[in-house]
């Protein structure tokens, strides 16, 4: 937990941010506007709710559409224009700011002073198993190449959700976030082994389990229970530890991702649903997640001939289709207009209720 004041600020997906007002945002993206923090209302205070953190009761905000509606009932300072997305979002004026929460400094923190519960302890449990598991990396790697890996994924790890700012409950689920690109395939290739692996705490959600996710998704992702499931079962960032729902993020570091803020822009076209063949999957596992795609099909909306990607900032929505894949998507199309290159479109998935991404 460390305060920051004004431009000093360098929040990023998985941050959370506490305002002058008393309320507490989720940070997303990598890239953010100079004077504001793209992010979103997580818990405002709230004399029947169900969390209590410094003497005061706060409640969740599930869902999108109850945040905007409070936002500009009662706090309208935190939904603005953009002009580099071209749509009105939530985010947080720097000069609003409180305190910046920091997932890896947590961590450490966590790590020195040991776990005040039973949640933070499965949180700083978790972190050990992906941190030492042997199948992240192949046999034939050299010795300080490995040490060196293992330190760089030490220190990648982080606690974002409610843990991460103290509004947890003894039921809570357990958000980590992995940050850097190396760091982040080799997590995510642990990830595969441990979930197979009966010999650890950590295992993918039974049917049940699936059942509730999907219950908990379904209002904002029309996905068929069919569906999920296949989807799921292919996926590594959900899971179990020691009965306890686990949800992991990979988030690239901003140096990774070669742009800044106001380098493209971006004019909304309206709602498309679309059927594409998906060419290029390597940034799927992100938080934002990416996927090329080529022979479009327009289902509805305004066709354009030079659409070349489908993007989410959404974690639900990463892993959902592979290169070679036919998938279908709906979302908000966008043309993106760049200083030095040429125009062309691109689908954004999970901005409103009713988007979807599947591979078919």
Not at 47 to 54: S, T, V
Not at 93 to 119: E, F, K, N
Not at 150 to 170: E, W
Request: hydrophobic fraction near 40%; charge should be neutral; include cysteine.
């Amino acid at each position: 937990m460390t305060p920051f004041e004004g431009l000093a600020l360098s929040a990023v997906e998985g941050f959370a941010v506490q305002t002058t007002d008393n309320l507490f945002f989720t940070v997303k993206g990598l890239l953010h506007p100079p004077d504001r923090v793209i992010a979103y209302l997580r818990y405002l205070p709230d004399p029947q709710g169900d969390r209590e953190r410094d003497g005061v009761r706060y409640r969740r905000v599930y869902h999108f559409g109850e945040q905007q509606e409070i936002l500009q009932a009662r706090y309208p300072d935190y939904l603005s224009h953009d002009p580099v997305l071209g749509i009105r979002l939530q985010s947080v004026p720097r000069r609003l700011i409180r305190t910046v929460y920091d997932p890896c400094d947590y961590l450490a923190t966590l790590r020195q002073r040991g776990p005040a519960d039973v949640v933070e302890e499965h949180a700083l449990a978790l972190t050990a198993v992906l941190q030492n598991a042997d199948c992240r990396t192949t046999t034939d790697v050299e010795e300080h190449t490995l040490a060196a890996l293992l330190q760089a994924i030490r220190n990648s790890l982080g606690v974002s959700g409610s843990v991460l700012i103290g509004m947890h409950r003894p039921d809570s689920d357990i958000d980590l976030v992995v940050y850097g690109e190396t760091a982040g395939r080799a997590v995510h290739r642990a990830l595969g082994c441990l979930l197979d692996d009966s010999s650890n705490d950590l295992r993918r959600p039974n049917r049940e389990e699936l059942a509730a996710l999907h219950a908990a998704h379904r209002p904002d992702t029309p996905l068929s229970f069919a569906d999920f499931v296949r989807l799921q079962a292919r996926k590594v960032n959900e899971g179990r530890f020691r009965g306890r729902e686990v949800f992991i993020r990979f988030v690239k570091r901003p140096a990774e991702v070669g742009e800044r803020y106001g380098e493209r822009r971006f004019e909304p076209l309206g709602p498309a649903t679309l059927r594409a063949r998906v060419t290029d999957d390597y940034d799927a596992i992100f938080t934002p997640c990416r996927y090329g795609v080529e022979d479009v099909t327009f289902l509805d909306g305004s066709p354009v001939a030079d659409l070349r990607e489908l993007v989410s900032f959404r974690g639900r929505f990463s892993e959902q289709a592979r290169a070679g894949e036919w998938a279908v998507a709906r979302g908000s199309l966008e043309r993106v207009i760049h200083r030095s290159e040429p125009i062309y479109h691109r689908l954004v998935v999970g901005g409103r209720a009713g988007d979807y991404l599947k591979a078919v």
